[in-house]
């Protein structure tokens, strides 16, 4: 880890460490990580930084846990077991803390491209993308106007319906490392076609993420086709 990489652990643990002080005291914040209830303040305030060993313990440990709560707290289901997880996509402040959490917990690679679907997966790309430095991109179910050309891929899905995602082919050159991300993946169809969309573009893929699983269909699925790491922040039955 270069010295660039160690600072950005430490203030992540530090907005780590903000998000749970919002809803907490110094003692229950202290309980939680098991760290001294006078360093907190002092992480929190912004007059110390913690050391990268805490840093990376806060961030990989309580960090993950702390999302995880935070994301089920915020997600509702209706009554035929749809998501609904606007509280989650709207907020990029929450998503932002996702991204390093997932990134260090879940071992992704560096990738060059984070590639997500119009439209829900956008915030979440944006942060991972935002996280790694890299760029994103985000598949249509419309051609876009004005583009010449297309990375297609098409599915008939189980309803009959066919579903075609579509990409600007200068988006992803040959060779490149792409992170797949969504909000949520359910059947895994929709990030079929983004890793046939990648794999089109003879990219090599980082992995698959994603904020929610519903059941085990769709990370099986992906796992069908990539042998790079698949995970999720959370699991819903
Ligand atoms: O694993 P799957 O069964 O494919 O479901 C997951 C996909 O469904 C939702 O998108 P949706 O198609 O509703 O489009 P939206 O993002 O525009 O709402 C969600 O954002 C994922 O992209
Ligand atoms: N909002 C949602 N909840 C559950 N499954 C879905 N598949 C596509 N959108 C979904």
């Known amino acids: 880890m270069n010295r660039a990489e160690k600072a950005a652990l430490q203030l992540q643990a530090v907005s780590v460490l903000r998000m749970l002080k ?5 003692d229950e914040l ?10 907190l303040n002092r992480y929190v305030n912004g007059h110390v930084l913690p ?18 709560d935070e994301l089920e ?3 509702r289901f209706d009554d035929e077991g749809y998501v609904d997880n606007s509280d989650v996509v709207f907020d990029q402040s929450f998503l932002d803390l996702v991204a390093p959490v997932a990134a260090n917990t879940l071992g992704f690679e560096r990738p060059d491209v984070v590639l997500t679907a119009a439209t829900d997966g956008i915030t979440l790309g944006a942060a991972m993308a935002s996280y790694f430095g890299a760029r994103l991109a985000y598949a249509k179910k419309s051609k876009e106007t004005a583009v010449e050309d297309f990375i297609e891929s098409r599915q008939r899905l189980a309803s009959g319906i066919e579903l075609t ?17 969504d909000d949520l993946i359910r059947s895994g169809e929709t990030q079929e076609l983004l890793l046939d969309i990648a794999l089109q573009a003879d990219a090599d893929i980082a992995g698959v993420f994603a904020l929610i699983a519903v059941g085990d269909e769709g990370t099986s699925r992906a796992a069908e086709l990539t042998d790079a790491p698949i995970g999720a922040l959370s699991v819903f039955e």
């Open 30 to 39: 202290a309980e939680l990580t098991g760290l001294p209830a006078g360093d």
């Open 22 to 26: 919002e809803t907490r005291t110094y």
């Open 165 to 181: 995602y579509y990409l600007p082919a200068s988006a992803i050159d040959a060779g490149e490392r792409v992170l797949v991300v």
């Open 73 to 75: 707290a915020r997600v």
């Open 51 to 68: 050391g990268v060993e805490r840093a990376r313990e806060v961030v990989e440990g309580v960090g993950r846990d702390a999302l995880a």
